[in-house]
């Protein structure tokens, strides 16, 4: 009955390998986000989806692409991975507007 | 940047209400007030918004200040449960939210 959830929790991979992250939401929310937190614990956004469209793209690679293949799913694939990805990972959505999010209980990533 | 103050860490016993406290000098007119809380390795948490008028929920209070500057968000009876980073943030209503540094709360058993 999770409301957002995300697979995998844990992802432990090396350097230059490609992954992705999976997020699901059921609260039938328009807008879907992802957000990375490091290892001093600061949370930014990184993507918004609305309705399966790209609203927000904050300065991040283009090695991570999101993909919403329909309003209930936010994917995150990463390319080339770098040491400097591993952090946690959430996904979040909310209803018609921005602050009022929902977040998922996240994806640590590791990069060796 | 966040546009909101907030003390690092607070100490509250258990049990009593605990009051923790924002600043926004800067806030806009239609801007929104937002409280969330992450509780250790868990996902942030909303708890509560405002505008301009006291809001109240399940979970907590939150004291909007008659010239909307500052605000406090108040948990009644805290419990050990509540120890968290609580964050402050100020955003529009279609604005992403952008997330400080937040308060870190500490329930005293």
């Given at each position: 009955d999770t409301a957002v959830s995300q697979t995998p929790k844990y992802l432990v991979t090396q350097m230059g390998n490609d992954k992705s992250i999976k997020c699901e939401q059921n609260?039938?929310?328009d807008t879907m986000y992802w957000y990375k937190q490091d290892s001093k614990k600061f949370l930014k956004i990184m993507f918004s989806y609305n309705n399966k469209e790209l609203i927000i793209n904050e300065t991040?690679?283009?090695?991570f692409s999101p993909k919403s293949p329909d309003k209930a799913h936010l994917n995150l694939h990463i390319n080339s991975?770098?040491?400097?990805?591993s952090a946690v990972y959430f996904c979040a959505s909310s209803p018609g507007y921005a602050g009022e999010q929902y977040f998922g209980p996240g994806t640590r990533l590791t990069v060796t | 940047d966040a546009k909101t103050t907030q003390p690092p860490s607070m100490d509250c016993a258990e049990g009593r209400a605990a009051n923790l406290p924002c600043n926004h000098s800067t806030i806009s007119g239609n801007e929104y007030v937002y409280w969330y809380r992450q509780i250790h390795s868990q996902g942030p948490q909303y708890i509560i918004h405002g505008l301009k008028n006291n809001e109240t929920n399940e979970m907590a209070s939150l004291i909007i200040t008659e010239d909307r500057k500052s605000s406090t968000l108040i948990l009644p009876h805290a419990t050990l449960r509540d120890t968290a980073v609580y964050y402050c943030i100020v955003s529009g209503r279609d604005d992403k939210i952008i997330f400080g540094k937040g308060t870190r709360l500490h329930i005293l058993p």
């Open positions: 609260l039938g929310h991040v690679p283009n090695r991975l770098e040491l400097g990805d | -």
